[in-house]
């Protein structure tokens, strides 16, 4: 910006920081909307990634970062084994759910589970439109045998 002063030259005006810095924040909100691209990231869950296990679980817990829609979820258990294969087991029972009283948390029943690896991947929808797919995994011990 400019002005002129009483003698008739210009003279530059600065522009304060806080006004640029502002208009950079602007401008990148604009371009950049992250809020709007937010998925639900898993917190935690019950076993926790790479868990060691001395017994089967029952049942698996996630917790998200969003609040969860009560539609579309979805959560596979199956053996390490069936990695590769196109067709793999489903090692749950039922339909996934949302707890009513914590929708950041879905649970799944599971079968019976034999010493083993086992891979737990989902796929929900946030109550922003968003799904989020993960995976992670346990190891399910086999019994120790007493002396």
Do not use: C
């Amino acid at each position: 910006m400019s002005s002129a002063n009483p003698h008739g030259t210009f003279r530059r005006r600065a522009v304060p920081a806080a006004s640029l810095v502002a208009a950079a924040v602007a401008v990148a909100a604009l371009l950049f909307p992250v809020a709007s691209l937010a998925h639900a990231r898993l917190v935690r869950s019950n076993p926790a990634d790479k868990a060691q296990l001395a017994a089967p679980p029952a049942v698996v817990e996630l917790w998200f970062s969003e609040l969860l829609d009560s539609g579309f979820h979805q959560i596979f258990v199956y053996p390490a084994a069936e990695m590769s294969k196109k067709e793999r087991g489903n090692l749950v029972k039922g339909t996934p759910a949302v707890d009513p009283r914590d929708r950041t948390k879905i649970s799944a029943t599971l079968q019976p589970l034999a010493p083993g690896e086992y891979f737990v991947e989902w796929r929900v929808l946030s109550r922003d439109g968003h799904t989020a797919p993960g995976r992670l995994s346990f190891r399910v011990l086999e019994p120790r045998s007493g002396k």
